[in-house]
Each structure stands twice: as C-alpha cells, then as structure tokens.
C-alpha cells in the first residue's frame, strides 16, 4: 500500500438537533472535532413522514393523473374499435 495517500481517519463527536450526541470515526475535521447537525434523520420529513411531504406527493399524483387520464382511454379505446372492425370487415 502506498504511503501517505490516505486521508487521516480520526473520532470526532456529532451532536444531533435534539442535544443527543455520540463519537463516531470520520475524516472530517481534526481529532475530537464536534459536528452539530442542521437536519438529521430524527428531523427531517424525508426521514419523519412530514406533511409537507405527504401533501406535494399528493399534489403531484393528481396533476399526473389529470393530465394522462384521457390518453389511457382514448388509446385503448381506439385498439378496441380496430379489432372489432378488422373480423367484420374479413367476413365480407
């Protein structure tokens, strides 16, 4: 293995939003460091479900529906009609 390419793999401690905290090992910052989170998976709607979430998922759902509801139909519609017309028309 080839000598001094490796980042420096030391503990340093992070604090979480809600005051909890824990020693981990990293290569970020310099020996017993202390990171303090902004958002973490006790926090964040990614992780936590939030509504604001839930409501844009939602949001989306509705507007993709509302826009391809009728290419669906219309298009079996069409491939229904086509096989219906292709027997009469081969019996004449």
């Known amino acids: ?30 020996e017993g460091d202390v990171m303090n989170l902004d958002i973490d998976p006790k926090s964040h709607p990614a992780w936590t479900g939030g509504q604001a979430h839930m409501l844009d998922r939602a949001g989306r759902v509705s507007r993709f529906q509302k826009k391809f509801s009728g290419f669906i139909k219309e298009s079996s519609a069409k491939s229904d009609a086509k096989a219906e017309a292709k027997p009469a028309a081969a019996k004449k």
């Open 1 to 30: 293995m080839k000598q001094d390419i490796h980042p420096d793999y030391h503990t340093i401690k992070i604090v979480m939003t809600d005051g909890s905290e824990f020693v981990t090992r990293s290569t970020w910052g310099n």
